[in-house]
């Protein structure tokens, strides 16, 4: 099968990475949405930092210092363009989790109150629940969970349409399911939202890496994603959020960085973005981050989403080849992302990864931080195969010969 949006061929040339041999195999990378791997050109603009214009930002007249904050702010531009947010409203956090609980800090702890409620859905990641469990064990306040239909692995829009009372401060919702490859539709949840009162927060850690997001359209208050999984390096995120909003919120960690006064009275803060970026600041994952944001856009976002909407239709076909394999989500590849996971008859997830490692095949197994939706897929666990530009068919024809031996192995 040729797949014609992109050469991925020409891009795996692009991540060192994939040149290595595991267990004296070619590597198969298939955990994208645990973490991508890196192209040159981002490890090539940290390095540059470090080599460079090693030095703090914001704070230093030097000229080493203006370099810095000048590749630093970069950065931030970078990730503003790819995602068409308001350059300004950007906030860089440590990763996708720490933007959610800046969000149940800041906001929540302050404007939630008993009785109000916070509906997250069933196939939310950990990080998109727990801190709403936080915030509500602080304020009083409710997490009420929109149900899953499990038989087409999507949201129940008819129920979430019922849990939206009044009541509702927030809705938090997954922009793709990170287990179950579902695309939801953010945009009519966000409206909703809005229409009954409530905020939005978009949870894109799943989709900005892999297809077009613009969050003025989507229109949620707070969308945010993180590093690692778009190319770029661990160690930072970003919290996209609208303006009338952030600048009505406080704090949420207080240092350097953050002030625009302190004084034995107190203290006052200083503008967006930086009231919510105390502290020294990820400046080298920020110049690393912004390569990776300038490559994707470089790239086309629409073209890398008709690359893997083709081979994810590819790897569903494939997989129906293996016997007693049963696919979690959307059967439609239009309706889903990347990320497809799957159990064996009789096999622990475990030993499926464990297994079709042997064959230099990385794929990943467990509940994947989603132990509600594991629960109402009736599973403990999942292994799961996520791809990204750097893969081909020819990736998913080795997962497939991996699983037929790892049958016959334990058949």
């Known amino acids: 099968m040729a797949l014609t949006a992109l050469d991925h061929a020409a891009l795996k040339a692009d991540f060192p990475i994939l040149a290595r041999k595991v267990h004296g195999k070619p590597l198969v990378y298939l955990d994208s949405a645990a973490t991508s791997q890196k192209p040159q050109v981002v490890l090539d603009a940290m390095d540059a930092y470090y080599r460079e214009t090693n030095a703090n930002v914001h704070r230093g007249v030097y000229e080493l210092a203006a370099e810095a904050t000048a590749r630093y702010e970069a950065g931030r531009t970078e990730v503003a363009r790819l995602v068409n947010a308001e350059r300004d409203c950007v906030v860089f956090t440590k990763n996708a989790s720490e933007a959610v609980n800046l969000v149940a800090w800041a906001w929540g702890t302050r404007e939630l109150k008993p009785g109000d409620e916070v509906l997250v859905t069933e196939m939310e990641h950990h990080s998109n629940i727990v801190p ?54 953010v945009e009519e949840i966000a409206a909703a939202a809005r229409q009954a009162g409530a905020l939005c927060l978009v949870d894109a850690a799943q989709s900005v890496p892999h297809m077009p997001v613009d969050v003025q359209a989507i229109g949620a208050d707070f969308t945010v994603f993180t590093g690692h999984k778009m190319l770029g390096p661990t160690g930072i995120g970003a919290l996209a959020g609208r303006r009338e909003v952030l600048e009505s919120m406080r704090p949420f960690l207080g240092g350097g960085e953050m002030i625009a006064d302190v004084t034995t009275e107190g203290y006052t803060w200083r503008e967006l973005p930086h009231r919510f970026e105390a502290g020294t600041p990820p400046i080298a994952e920020s110049v690393g981050l912004g390569a990776a944001a300038a490559y994707l856009r470089d790239i086309g976002m629409e073209a890398v989403r008709e690359h893997e909407k083709a081979l994810t239709a590819y ?94 192995f334990l058949a």
């Not at 997830?349 to 509600?372: F, M, S, T, Y």
Request: charged share 20%; glycine share 6%; hydrophobic share 45%.
């Open 315 to 408: 790897a569903l076909d494939a997989l129906r080849e293996v016997e007693g394999l049963t696919v979690f989500g959307p059967s439609d590849p239009a309706k889903r992302g990347c990320p497809i996971s799957f159990a064996m008859d009789d096999v622990h997830p475990h030993d499926i990864a464990q297994l079709v490692d042997r064959e230099g095949v990385a794929v990943r197994a467990g509940h994947h931080c989603a132990k509600p939706l594991m629960r109402c897929l009736g599973v403990p666990a999942t292994a799961r195969a996520s791809t990204h530009i750097y893969n081909g068919p020819e990736d998913v024809d080795v997962l497939v010969r991996a699983l037929h031996a790892a049958r016959t």
């Open 132 to 185: 709403w469990f936080i915030a509500a064990e602080r304020t009083g306040a409710t997490v009420r969970f929109i149900p899953v239909d499990t038989g087409t692995c999507e949201l129940d829009m008819d129920a979430f349409r019922r849990l939206l009372t009044p009541k509702v401060r927030m809705v938090a919702v997954a922009h793709v399911s990170n287990v179950l490859g579902t695309i939801n539709p």
